[in-house]
């Protein structure tokens, strides 16, 4: 079972209205150091910079989930570029769906579209190589997340 994720028209919407505030905020804190005003044109641009960083990383991406003989496989492709996670679904030790666990493995890779809201995300904790605990927050539908269920039970 595989599914792909990527970001619509309601995410454009969101992304469009952040960027004409974060504006509005970066030329009044210009217009707030007269005499200086090269200092509050450097905070806009850094400020622009980790907004873009946010933006690139979850919006433009494009995430697909493949459950294939047991194994659970993410993947994030950015252009050329692939960040994959690939592990047997025995592997995984807890599940939690919902707003982020406190005492899940850190750190959190994440591996989903939305960047405000938790409550479609699944957390999954499991070992990684040689025995280490880490995390990975997905989106999967109603339908994937049953079959991780499943499998993680066999």
Request: glycine fraction near 6%; include cysteine.
């Amino acid at each position: 079972m595989t599914e792909e994720h990527t970001s619509g028209g309601k995410e454009f919407c969101f992304v469009i209205a952040v960027s004409a505030i974060l504006y509005i905020m970066c030329a009044a804190m210009v217009s707030l150091f007269n005499e200086y005003a090269f200092i509050g044109g450097i905070i806009s641009v850094l400020i622009f910079c980790v907004y873009g960083y946010f933006v690139l990383t979850h919006y433009t991406s494009r995430f697909t989930y493949s459950l294939k003989n047991g194994r659970l496989r993410i993947n994030r492709m950015i252009g050329k570029r692939n960040k994959e996670f690939e592990f047997a679904c025995t592997d995984i030790e807890r599940v939690y769906y919902g707003s982020k666990p406190k005492d899940f493995a850190k750190p959190v890779h994440n591996m989903r579209v939305r960047i405000v809201s938790t409550k479609k995300t699944l957390y999954i904790e499991y070992k990684y190589g040689n025995g280490v605990l880490t995390t990975v927050a997905v989106e999967p539908t109603e339908k994937m997340r049953r079959r991780i269920e499943k499998e993680r039970n066999k």
